[in-house]
Each structure stands twice: as structure tokens, then as C-alpha cells.
């Protein structure tokens, strides 16, 4: 595929700059006036300052590249999602790589477009901003998570804002949590708890100081003694949960569990 990276000498050539500036400030126009704005007024700037700006036309391209890698997008579909990129753009103080890399997981893992997309992606980037965490990683999670628990598209913006909810109610980490959530959740989706039941029981573990991963394995094996005795499952949970709630140290947790 062809590349338009910009690429320029400072050895002093005055017009090789003035074209470099000018093919920035026609890629970065299309994020918004600000852009705009700056790479019309850099002209009379120094090189230093319109290396900055040739540099973030660079970026650009690079993180196209990305939603080409990671997407496999081409043709109409790949227009598409450099539109949604750029929409993106407008709205968070994320970098280009960030968004990309957001933008390709959530399309690939999710199929999202367009406005779904745009705003999924938004709210994944500033939550993770707000949180300190890796947004591409979170976004990857979040896909994965979303897809396990068949979660509609329509209701995806409402799901990241309870799962953020959890994050300051329980002082777990995003990205643990959804971790969690791939990693463990099979077994209580299995078991008939929707995604929320879950978030709510791996959040009340991490504020409590248990370990999931050590308590997981015999709750599974739980689960289908429970299931062979007829018994209810989620009763039964409630009661092995509000038995841990009340322990004095976690090895009396695990005792229980």
C-alpha cells in the first residue's frame, strides 16, 4: 500500500519545508479547527517548531498503520474507520497510538462502527486516562469481557460505566477487574450469573484482600457439587459470600471457600 509519510531534510531548503508543512496541515485539518489553526500559523515559526509539526503528520500515518494491521480493513470499511479514528481524536487528549489501538481492538473484537464505536472507544480512553491504565489494553479486555457475556452493543456505554462504578466502589483496578472477568467469569457465567453478579463478587473479593485466583478453583468444583445436589447456586454463593465477609484473615476466607 502506498505511504504518504512525510519525510524532510532541514538542510536549509525552503520549499521542501513549506511542501512538508503544507502536507501536514492537510492531514491534521481534518482533526478539528485547532489543529488546523496551528499548522496554517507554523510557516513562520522556526524549523524546530514545524519538525514538531511534520513529526505529528507522521503519527498519523502511524496510526492508520495500525488500524490497517490490526483490523485488516481496507476499501470503504478502512475510510470508515480512519473517520471514526479522526471523530475520536476531537473528543479525548489521548495520543494517535492510544486511539488506534483502541479503535482496532474494539472493531475487531466487538465489530463495532461508526458512532457506537466512536463513543465506546471515547469512554474507554478517559476512563483508563482517569485511572492511569494502559486504554489499548483495557479496550482489548473490555472486547473479549463483552463478547464472553454477549453484552448488545446498545448496552455497552452503560456496562463500562458500572464496571468504572465498581473501580471506585471496591478500589479495584479496570483492568483487573476485566481480567478477572475473562479469566474467571466463564465459570459464574456458566453457572447462570450475568456480568454484573460477577463484577460485584470478584469487586467485594479484591476490597476484602482475597485472591480470586486461589478461591476460584474450588468454587468451580462447588458449582457442580451444588448442581449434582439440586442446590441453588446463587443462594449458595450468597452464603459462602457473606460467610468470607465476615472471616478475621483471609486464610479463614479460604478455609470457607
Known amino acids: 500500500m502506498a505511504k504518504n509519510n512525510i519525510e524532510v531534510k532541514i538542510l536549509g531548503d525552503a520549499k521542501g519545508l513549506s511542501r512538508a508543512i503544507d502536507g501536514a496541515n492537510t492531514k491534521l485539518g481534518k482533526l478539528g479547527k485547532g489543529v488546523g489553526m496551528a ?3 507554523i510557516a ?8 514538531a509539526l511534520v ?47 483502541s479503535v ?20 474507554v480512553l478517559e476512563a483508563s486516562r482517569m485511572l492511569g491504565e494502559d486504554a489499548a489494553a483495557n479496550a482489548d479486555a473490555l472486547g473479549r469481557a463483552f463478547n464472553q457475556w454477549q453484552v ?42 450475568s456480568m454484573a453478579e460477577a463484577t460485584n463478587f470478584f469487586g467485594q473479593l479484591a476490597q476484602g484482600g482475597i485472591e480470586v ?9 462447588s458449582f457442580r457439587d451444588w448442581a449434582k445436589q439440586g442446590k441453588n447456586s446463587r443462594k449458595e454463593l ?10 478475621t484473615n483471609e486464610q479463614e476466607a479460604l478455609t470457607i471457600a
Open 39 to 41: 499548522a496554517a500559523g
Open 55 to 101: 513529526k505529528m503528520g507522521t503519527d498519523l500515518d502511524s496510526a492508520y498503520d495500525k488500524i490497517v494491521v490490526g483490523t485488516g480493513a481496507t476499501g470503504d470499511a478502512l475510510a470508515g474507520l480512519k473517520s471514526d479514528f479522526e471523530a475520536i481524536a476531537k473528543q479525548t487528549p489521548a495520543g494517535f497510538e492510544q486511539i488506534a489501538d
Open 238 to 247: 450468597d452464603r459462602v459470600v457473606k460467610a468470607i465477609k465476615n472471616t
Open 213 to 221: 485466583s486461589r478461591i476460584m478453583p474450588g468454587l468451580n468444583k
Open 152 to 193: 448488545p452493543a446498545e448496552q455497552m456505554t452503560d456496562t463500562t460505566d458500572a464496571l468504572f462504578a465498581a473501580t471506585q466502589k471496591y478500589g479495584v483496578g479496570l483492568g483487573n477487574l476485566t481480567g478477572q472477568l475473562n479469566t474467571y467469569g466463564p465459570v459464574l457465567n456458566n453457572a447462570g450469573f
Open 104 to 123: 482496532a481492538s474494539i472493531n475487531t473484537n466487538l465489530g463495532l462502527t461508526g458512532p457506537e464505536l466512536q463513543a465506546f472507544s471515547v469512554q
Open 44 to 51: 513562520g515559526l522556526a524549523v524546530g517548531g514545524a519538525a
